[in-house]
């Protein structure tokens, strides 16, 4: 799937494969991999936040809440 993904990036544009530029559809991958930190494994916020470069927990939180209204604690809690 993802050799066909890039064919068709050639061909046609990210933004026409996709349905979205670029920058949003990395957002919204990220948002999904630190989702998946935040309920599948006990690492920190702190360290959440560093290993998806993100400035600060504080950050954190604000990305959070805006992809999912939720802090990143609500968010680990839920998964309880």
Known sequence: PLRRQRQMCKETGFKETFDMP??????????????????????????IAMQYNLSSQAYLSTFC???YEKTPQEIRNSSL
């Open 22 to 47: 670029a920058h949003k559809w990395i957002a919204q991958r990220k948002s999904e991999f630190i989702y998946r930190d935040l309920i599948a494994s006990s690492k920190s916020f702190a360290d």
């Open 65 to 67: 809440k805006r992809f």
